[in-house]
C-alpha cells in the first residue's frame, strides 16, 4: 500500500498529531522522518538556496531523507487563517519549492480561510485522493482533531501551570519547529532545565487568548503564528523572570516582530538568532551569563 | 499645517507629490533622492537581517523629518512590507522624533474607511470628490508613465544622440506634474509619445534582448540597483521589465492567474510578494527568446529566496543564462558593473555562435 512520508519540520509541529491520528485511523501507513541531525541539515543546505531561512534548509533536508522511502510526500500550504492571521511566505511555497527539486509525488491541501479552504476540507482532499470512502474519512478527520485538542488541552494545562513555579522562570519565544528541534532548540532548553530553570513555553497557550493579547504589543500585526508567540508575552510577564528569544537566520517574521517587542517591554531578555553554522558552546555562554543576571536580581 | 511626505520610489514620487498637493490642505515635502547617506542613516536604526527596502524607506523618512515633514506615509507589500510602519513608527519616536504615520495597509487589508479618517484628522476641510478626481488623473499618469518607460528601456541603448531619451522624460515628468485636468494630461502624453519615437535611434535586428524580473520595490528603485538599467543600456541592449506600479495596482489581480496556468508546470500557488509571477515570466522570457535574465532582489526577501531555484531550474532546462544580484547596504557599485560586463560578454559570446 501506499506509504506516506512525513518530513519532521515546519508544518509537522503545528499538525503532526492530527495527521497522526488521521492516518491511524485510515489505517494508511506512513514514516516520520528522525528529529533533525548534522547530515539531514547538510542535506538540506545542499538542496536548500544559501539565502533561506535554517528551518526551511532543513525542511527540505527532511525531504530528501524521506523522497526515497514513501510514495507520497505530505507536504501542505498554510496561506492564511483569515486576512489578520496570515503566515510568513515560506508556509505559501514551501510545496511548490520541494516540488522543484524533488521528482517525488506530493500530497498538498492548502489552507486559506480568506477563500474559506479549511483543514477538514484539505484533509478530505487526501484522504479522497489515497481512495478512502468519504464516510471513513470523516469519522477519521473528527477521530483526529478531538484527540488533538484533548492533548493541546493537557499540555496548555502544564505549561499555564508552569507560571506559578517556585523556580526561576524563562519564556521561550519561537516558533516550534524551532523550540523543538533538535539541532536548534532541544539543546537550549536542556541546559536551561538543566540548570533548574522552568521553561515556559510561547507556543503552549490558548491560541485564542494569545492571539487577542498580541494587540498590547502590536496594533497591525498580522503573522498568526507571531501574533501568538507575543500574545504569550503580554500573558506571562507579571510572572516569568526572563525571556528568551530564539529565531532562525534569517527569519522574516521575527526580524521586525521581535524587534518591535524588544522595543516595548520591560521583562530582561536575551535574543538569539541560530543558523547553521552556530555552535552551542556560543549559545551556551549567552545562556550562562543571561541566568547568572537573573539569579542575581532575585537576590537583590 | 501638517507637513506630509513619503518614502520615494523611482520616478513615482512626482505622481504622488501630484495627489497629495491636489488633495490636501498640507504642505508636501518631498521626498530627498535615495543617497548613499540615506542608506547609511537607515541602516543604523534597522534590525540587522530585515529586507533593505525597511532601511532604504526608513533612511528617506529620516531625511524627510529632517527637511521638516511631520507626518509620512508608508505603503503595503504582499509580504512583510506590509507590518514595516509600525516598527518604523516605534524606531522613529525612540529616536526623539515626535512624527504621525499614516500606514495605508493595515493587518493585511487596505481599509479606505480608515485612510478617510486618518486623512480627515491633518485636513478637516478634506473632500471625497476631489480625491476621487485628482485620484483618476493621478492613476492615468501613472500608467501614461509606466508605457513610456517601457518604450524608453527598449530603446534607450541604442539613442544616436547619448541622453536624448533622458532628457525628454525629464522635461516630459515636469510637465506631467503641472497638468490642471486629465483632458490636458492626455494631450500631453499624446504629444510625448510622438516626440519619443522620432528620437533617432540605431537598432540593428539582432540586438541583444534581456529580460529584468525580480522583487519590486528594488526592481523600481534606482539607486538601490545601482542605475542597472542605465549601465545596460550603455552597452546596447534591449530591455524589458514588467513590474511597475500600474502592473501592482491593477493587472496583477487578473494576471496571476493566467502566469499560474502558463507556468502550471512548474508552480501551483502564489508565492508571496511577486515570487510567482517571476518565475512565470521566466518562462515567458525563455520562449520569446530572449538571450538572457538578470533576477535583481534585495537581501533577504523571503519571496525571490524561495523563487530563486525554480527560476534556475526553468532556465537551465530552456538553456538561457540568468545572473543573480542580491542588493544591500554594503553592496559596491563596482562589483555590479563587473559582473553586468561579464555578463553582457558572455551573451555576446553565444549570440556569435
Not at chain 1, 54 to 60: E, F, N, V, W
Not at chain 2, 312 to 320: M, S, T
Request: glycine residues 6%.
Amino acid at each position: 500500500m501506499d506509504k506516506i512520508g512525513i518530513p519532521r519540520s515546519i508544518f509537522y509541529y503545528y499538525y503532526g498529531d492530527i495527521w497522526k491520528s488521521f492516518f491511524d485511523y485510515l489505517k494508511i501507513p506512513y514514516i516520520i522522518s528522525p528529529n533533525t541531525n548534522k547530515e539531514i541539515m547538510n542535506i538540506g543546505l545542499k538542496y536548500g538556496g544559501d539565502e533561506m531561512c535554517l528551518a526551511l534548509k532543513t525542511y527540505i533536508g527532511h525531504c530528501a531523507y524521506l523522497k526515497d522511502k514513501c510514495n507520497y510526500l505530505l507536504i501542505p500550504r498554510i496561506d492564511n487563517y483569515g486576512l489578520e492571521n496570515q503566515t510568513c511566505t515560506n508556509f505559501l511555497s514551501t510545496y511548490d519549492i520541494v516540488n522543484n527539486i524533488f521528482d517525488t509525488k506530493i500530497l498538498n491541501y492548502n489552507i486559506n480561510l480568506d477563500n474559506k479552504e479549511t483543514l477538514k476540507k484539505g484533509l478530505i482532499k487526501i484522504g479522497t485522493e489515497l481512495g478512502k470512502p468519504k464516510h471513513e474519512i470523516n469519522k477519521a478527520y473528527k477521530y483526529a482533531i478531538n484527540k488533538y485538542k484533548e492533548k493541546r488541552k493537557r499540555e496548555i494545562t502544564i505549561n499555564t501551570n508552569k507560571l506559578n513555579s517556585k523556580k526561576i522562570k524563562i519564556l521561550l519565544v519561537s516558533h516550534p519547529y524551532n523550540t523543538y528541534d533538535d539541532l536548534i532548540g532541544k539543546e537550549i532548553i536542556k541546559y536551561l532545565e538543566k540548570e533548574n530553570i522552568e521553561v515556559i513555553f510561547s507556543d503552549k497557550f490558548d491560541e485564542k487568548i494569545t492571539n487577542k493579547l498580541s494587540e498590547k504589543l502590536s496594533k497591525e500585526l498580522y503573522f498568526k503564528y507571531s501574533k501568538e508567540n507575543i500574545g504569550s508575552i503580554v500573558y506571562s510577564k507579571d510572572k516569568i523572570d526572563g525571556i528568551i528569544f530564539l529565531s532562525a537566520f534569517p527569519c522574516g517574521p521575527d526580524s521586525l516582530v521581535n524587534e518591535l517587542v524588544m522595543r516595548k517591554i520591560n521583562t530582561p531578555y536575551i535574543n538569539l538568532v541560530l543558523d547553521d553554522t552556530s555552535s552551542f558552546t556560543g549559545t551556551e555562554t549567552r545562556l550562562e551569563s543571561f541566568i547568572d543576571m537573573l539569579k542575581g536580581g532575585l537576590n537583590d | 499645517m501638517t507637513k506630509i511626505s513619503f518614502p520615494i520610489m523611482g520616478d513615482y514620487h512626482i505622481p504622488a507629490n501630484y495627489l497629495l498637493k491636489n488633495v490636501l490642505n498640507a504642505e508636501i515635502i518631498s521626498p530627498p533622492m535615495v543617497t548613499a547617506k540615506t542608506i547609511e542613516i537607515g541602516s543604523k536604526y534597522s534590525p540587522e537581517f530585515v529586507c533593505t527596502p525597511f532601511k532604504y524607506t526608513l533612511g528617506t523618512m529620516i531625511e524627510s523629518i529632517e527637511k521638516g515633514a511631520d507626518t509620512l506615509i508608508q505603503m503595503g507589500g504582499g509580504c512583510r512590507y506590509g507590518y514595516y510602519a509600525e516598527l518604523q513608527e516605534k524606531i522613529l519616536k525612540d529616536l526623539g522624533y515626535d512624527i504621525k504615520l499614516i500606514n495605508l495597509v493595515t493587518k493585511g487589508k487596505t481599509s479606505i474607511k480608515r485612510i478617510y479618517r486618518l486623512i480627515k484628522q491633518i485636513d478637516p476641510k478634506f473632500s471625497k470628490l476631489k480625491a476621487i478626481y485628482y485620484g483618476f488623473i493621478t492613476i492615468k499618469m501613472v500608467k501614461y508613465m509606466d508605457n513610456i518607460d517601457e518604450y524608453i528601456r527598449e530603446n534607450i541603448g541604442f539613442e544616436i544622440e547619448e541622453g536624448s531619451f533622458e532628457y525628454l522624460k525629464e522635461k516630459c515628468l515636469r510637465d506631467f506634474s503641472k497638468v490642471k485636468n486629465y483632458k490636458e494630461l492626455k494631450k500631453l502624453y499624446k504629444k510625448y509619445i510622438k516626440q519619443f519615437t522620432k528620437i533617432q535611434i540605431h537598432k540593428p535586428d539582432n540586438c541583444l534582448k534581456i529580460g529584468i524580473i525580480g522583487e519590486l520595490y528594488t526592481i523600481m528603485e534606482p539607486f538601490s540597483n545601482y542605475f542597472l538599467e542605465k549601465e545596460l543600456a550603455k552597452n546596447k541592449l534591449e530591455i524589458k521589465r514588467f513590474t511597475n506600479v500600474n502592473y501592482l495596482l491593477f493587472e496583477k489581480r487578473k494576471t496571476i492567474k493566467h502566469y499560474l496556468k502558463y507556468a502550471g508546470e512548474y508552480i501551483k500557488y502564489q508565492m508571496g510578494a511577486d515570487a510567482a509571477d517571476n518565475i512565470a515570466r521566466t518562462k515567458y522570457l525563455c520562449e520569446e527568446g530572449y538571450d538572457g535574465i538578470i533576477h535583481i532582489k534585495s537581501a533577504f526577501c523571503t519571496p525571490e529566496i524561495g523563487a530563486m531555484g525554480v527560476i534556475n531550474k526553468i532556465a537551465n532546462q530552456y538553456e538561457i543564462p540568468v545572473l543573480f544580484f542580491s542588493f544591500d547596504a554594503n553592496t559596491s557599485e563596482t562589483g555590479v558593473k563587473t559582473r553586468l560586463e561579464a555578463f553582457y560578454d558572455m551573451l555576446e559570446m553565444r549570440k556569435r555562435k
